[in-house]
C-alpha cells in the first residue's frame, strides 16, 4: 500500500527540502513581513527552515525578497531578525 503524500517545499536560503510543516512559512501581507503559522494566509509565501544561520541570512540578503518579489523594508528585517529561532 502506497504511502500517504507529503508536500515538500524548500528553504529559500539553503535550498534543503523537507516537509512542508517542518518549515516556516513567511508571507508578504498589505507590505509587511509576517509569519504565517496556519500556512492559509494570503499573499506571496516563502519558507525557512529551522537553522538560525537561515535566518540571519534571510534578514541581511537578497533570498528572502527574490522570493517573495518584493524588497523588505527595514522593519521587515528587524522582524526576522527577532523572530530567528535560537
Do not use: F
Request: aromatic share 4%.
Amino acid at each position: 500500500m502506497a504511502s500517504k503524500h507529503r508536500p515538500e517545499r524548500s528553504c529559500v536560503v539553503c535550498r534543503e527540502k523537507t516537509d512542508k510543516r517542518l518549515l516556516t512559512r513567511l508571507v508578504m501581507a498589505d507590505q509587511q513581513l509576517r509569519i504565517d503559522v496556519t500556512g492559509k494566509m494570503n499573499g506571496r509565501g516563502a519558507y525557512l527552515c529551522g537553522n538560525p544561520g537561515c535566518w540571519t541570512s534571510a534578514s541581511a540578503g537578497s533570498q528572502l525578497a527574490r522570493a517573495l518579489r518584493q524588497d523588505l523594508s527595514d522593519g521587515d528585517r528587524d522582524y526576522l531578525r527577532q523572530m530567528t529561532p535560537s
